[in-house]
């Protein structure tokens, strides 16, 4: 695990560097679903801070396990009846794809008096099968969850088709990327030019890095295949 961070560390180094990016603007989020506690813990002792889960009951007991020390992100499915508990366990949402999820973690926000940083997911692609709202849907969004004020607008997120060659993911980070340059120029953050994008996994961080990612979600790479 040591050499596979260490190995992913390098190339999103690279990849920031061969477009003249700041490197230390990237986080790694390493992606822990269906992994367990233990191999969790090995990743925070070689310094990983920043862990992503998609499954509410798992997360809430690895969360309860592991303490404070981590900053959790949720990139999981939020039903809105599962609001709450998302609300109450973790520090980040990635995948905001409605109101109806928006007002419901906002609520609950505001009975815990917290404040979290959200991502509102795209489907960039436009599959059906696919969460996440429109590109024509994202900006009316965005506008809501600006008003409201437990919810702090971090940036989009998108995932795009599964491909084995990474370039073909290259068309769908840079479409998100001109979305979030749309936000900036029609001024709709108070954050100007500060729209973070949440793309890239184990197959293609380094186009997504070169493509403006500032999270990139990796699971496989780092902690090997899931069973
Ligand atoms: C599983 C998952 C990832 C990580 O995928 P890998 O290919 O294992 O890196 C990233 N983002 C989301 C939303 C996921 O569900």
Same mark, same amino acid.
């Given at each position: 695990?040591?050499?596979?961070?260490?190995k992913?560390?390098?190339?999103?180094?690279?990849?920031?560097?061969?477009?003249?990016?700041?490197?230390?603007?990237i986080?790694?989020?390493?992606?822990?679903?269906?992994?367990?506690?233990?191999?969790?813990?090995?990743?925070v002792?070689?310094?990983?801070?920043?862990?992503?889960?998609?499954?509410?009951?798992d997360?809430?007991?690895?969360?309860?396990? &592991?303490?404070d020390?981590?900053?959790?992100?949720?990139?999981?499915?939020?039903?809105s009846?599962?609001?709450?508990?998302?609300?109450?366990?973790?520090?980040?949402?990635?995948?905001?794809?409605? &109101?109806?999820?928006?007002?419901? &973690?906002?609520?609950?926000?505001?009975?815990?008096?917290?404040?979290?940083?959200v991502?509102?997911?795209?489907?960039?692609?436009?599959?059906?099968?696919?969460?996440?709202?429109?590109?024509?849907?994202?900006?009316?969004?965005?506008?809501?969850?600006?008003?409201?004020?437990?919810?702090?607008?971090?940036?989009?997120?998108?995932?795009?088709?599964?491909?084995?060659?990474?370039?073909?993911?290259?068309?769908?980070f840079?479409?998100?990327?001109?979305?979030a340059?749309?936000?900036?120029?029609?001024?709709?953050?108070?954050?100007?030019?500060?729209?973070?994008?949440?793309?890239?996994?184990?197959?293609?961080?380094e186009?997504?890095?070169?493509?403006?990612?500032?999270?990139?979600?990796?699971?496989?790479?780092?902690?090997?295949?899931?069973?």
């Open positions: 695990m040591k050499e596979n961070i260490a992913i560390k390098k190339l999103i180094t690279s990849a920031a560097e061969k477009v003249g990016r700041d490197p230390n603007e986080i790694l989020l390493a992606v822990s679903k269906r992994k367990p506690v233990s191999q969790i813990d090995e990743a002792a070689l310094g990983q801070l920043d862990f992503g889960e998609n499954y509410l009951q997360a809430k007991e690895k969360i309860s396990a &592991l303490g020390n981590i900053t959790w992100h949720f990139i999981g499915h939020i039903q009846n599962k609001a709450k508990l998302v609300a109450e366990l973790f520090d980040t949402v990635h995948t905001i794809d409605r &109101l109806k999820v928006a007002i419901a &973690l906002e609520k609950r926000l505001a009975s815990l008096n917290k404040v979290m940083p991502y509102v997911q795209v489907n960039i692609s436009k599959e059906e099968q696919k969460s996440g709202v429109s590109p024509e849907e994202m900006g009316p969004l965005v506008r809501e969850i600006l008003n409201l004020p437990h919810l702090s607008f971090a940036g989009l997120m998108a995932m795009p088709p599964y491909a084995t060659d990474p370039e073909k993911s290259r068309p769908y840079r479409s998100l990327r001109i979305l340059e749309e936000l900036v120029h029609k001024k709709l953050t108070e954050q100007s030019g500060k729209v973070g994008l949440s793309m890239g996994m184990s197959g293609d961080f186009v997504a890095v070169e493509e403006g990612a500032t999270v990139v979600r990796v699971g496989t790479a780092i902690f090997g295949a899931r069973i």
